[in-house]
């Protein structure tokens, strides 16, 4: 018997076994992602102590990036259910549409929160439906917009968040709300991943509501909080919100990464944001102001790359408290 054969598996053998295991192990982990964790919903929950002494809490739910499909009845189920937590402001910062036909699904899943105040910004996926992508193309930066979108009825959309739900379109506009005593200034931009967002508006914007608004005849109330609303947290967007007063901004896109290596976080963030900064709640500051900055992993992901890994969909409930 030849010396090599004695003594256990040869180096070829080791390596067809690592092999094999190491295929089983990423076939299992894509399996999951696909089946398993993009359903796993979750609510996270964050508390922002920015109110004025003796102020009410004021609970606000953040939904993101639903990126809704017709047939996805789980999820509207999920969706239609977080109304008993009984938000008092609805922040939605788009990418609602998954589908071309996912406008009666949208509908249905939101009706639960007819009456409760609400604003919104819209996300590119609002406007045109998902196309097919090769994923790894976002690993040599922010995706690209397809050459043949399909149109989706974003009149529809907007009509029914703004005639039917009542909530305020802050797509490059600021408006005023006024809850449980407290004041806020809300303003928000259109799609920066496409371009759209005209923050040298944001200024007049503000301008002219507190022009308006009357607060500043109201000595003896209280300051108001301003919050920033944005789909695409890009640094400039970030940037002019701060320099703009924003105490709290809002956003979305990145998806948590969609994938994320434990032990290391997002590959990716679809943007410029830093990867740390991914999801999740923390700060972002710039000329020496700070806001909290809070970016939602969103409910959703495309219905070409439907898989999740280490970054479960969720909606945010930030409780903003004195």
Same mark, same amino acid.
């Given at each position: 018997?030849?010396?090599? =054969?004695?003594?256990?598996?040869?180096?070829?053998?080791?390596?067809?076994?690592?092999?094999?295991?190491?295929?089983?192990?990423?076939?299992?982990?894509?399996? +999951?992602?696909?089946?398993?964790?993009?359903? $796993?919903?979750?609510?996270?929950?964050?508390?922002?102590?920015?109110? #004025?002494?003796?102020?009410?809490?004021?609970?606000?739910?953040?939904? @993101?990036?639903?990126?809704?499909?017709? +047939?996805?009845?789980?999820?509207?189920?999920?969706?239609?259910?977080?109304?008993?937590?009984?938000?008092?402001?609805?922040?939605?910062?788009?990418?609602?549409?998954?589908?071309?036909?996912?406008?009666?699904?949208? #509908?249905?899943?939101?009706?639960?929160?007819?009456?409760?105040?609400?604003?919104?910004?819209?996300?590119?996926?609002?406007?045109?439906?998902?196309?097919?992508?090769?994923?790894?193309?976002?690993?040599?930066?922010?995706?690209?917009?397809?050459?043949?979108?399909?149109?989706?009825?974003?009149?529809?959309?907007?009509?029914?968040?703004?005639?039917?739900?009542? +909530?305020?379109?802050?797509?490059?506009?600021?408006?005023?709300? #006024?809850?449980?005593? @407290?004041?806020?200034?809300?303003?928000?931009?259109?799609?920066?991943?496409?371009?759209?967002?005209?923050?040298?508006?944001?200024?007049?914007?503000?301008?002219?509501?507190?022009?308006?608004?009357?607060?500043?005849?109201?000595?003896?109330?209280?300051?108001?909080?301003?919050?920033?609303?944005?789909?695409?947290?890009?640094?400039?967007?970030? =940037? @002019?919100?701060? =320099?703009?007063?924003?105490?709290?901004?809002?956003?979305?896109?990145?998806?948590?990464?969609?994938?994320?290596?434990?032990?290391?976080?997002?590959?990716?963030?679809?943007?410029?944001?830093?990867?740390?900064?991914?999801?999740?709640?923390?700060?972002? @500051?710039?000329?020496?102001?700070?806001?909290?900055?809070?970016?939602?992993?969103?409910?959703?992901?495309?219905?070409?790359?439907?898989? $999740?890994?280490?970054?479960?969909?969720?909606?945010?409930?930030?409780?903003?408290?004195?």
């Amino acid at each position: 018997m030849s010396p090599r =054969n004695i003594g256990g598996p040869s180096a070829l053998q080791t390596t067809a076994v690592t092999a094999a295991a190491g295929a089983a192990v990423g076939l299992g982990a894509l399996a +999951w992602g696909v089946f398993v964790e993009r359903n $796993r919903f979750t609510v996270r929950h964050e508390v922002l102590p920015v109110l #004025e002494p003796g102020s009410r809490t004021l609970t606000i739910l953040h939904l @993101s990036d639903l990126h809704l499909a017709p +047939w996805q009845s789980e999820k509207q189920e999920w969706v239609r259910g977080l109304a008993v937590l009984e938000p008092d402001l609805i922040v939605n910062t788009g990418d609602n549409i998954g589908h071309e036909d996912a406008h009666t699904a949208l #509908e249905y899943a939101l009706e639960p929160f007819r009456g409760v105040p609400g604003v919104f910004v819209n996300g590119s996926n609002d406007y045109y439906g998902p196309s097919p992508k090769n994923p790894l193309a976002y690993f040599g930066g922010p995706s690209k917009a397809h050459r043949t979108p399909v149109d989706l009825d974003i009149d529809r959309m907007q009509s029914f968040f703004t005639d039917q739900l009542g +909530w305020l379109d802050l797509n490059n506009r600021a408006r005023a709300l #006024e809850l449980r005593g @407290s004041r806020l200034e809300l303003f928000g931009v259109n799609d920066a991943h496409r371009g759209w967002d005209r923050l040298d508006r944001i200024p007049g914007a503000l301008d002219d509501l507190r022009e308006n608004v009357g607060w500043q005849d109201d000595r003896g109330g209280p300051d108001p909080i301003s919050i920033g609303v944005t789909h695409a947290p890009y640094q400039r967007v970030l =940037n @002019s919100f701060v =320099n703009n007063g924003a105490d709290v901004i809002f956003g979305g896109h990145t998806h948590g990464g969609q994938v994320q290596v434990p032990g290391y976080g997002a590959l990716v963030t679809n943007c410029d944001l830093p990867r740390s900064k991914v999801s999740g709640l923390t700060t972002w @500051s710039h000329a020496r102001k700070t806001a909290h900055l809070e970016i939602s992993a969103g409910l959703g992901t495309s219905i070409y790359a439907p898989v $999740r890994f280490s970054c479960r969909p969720e909606a945010v409930i930030v409780t903003l408290t004195a």
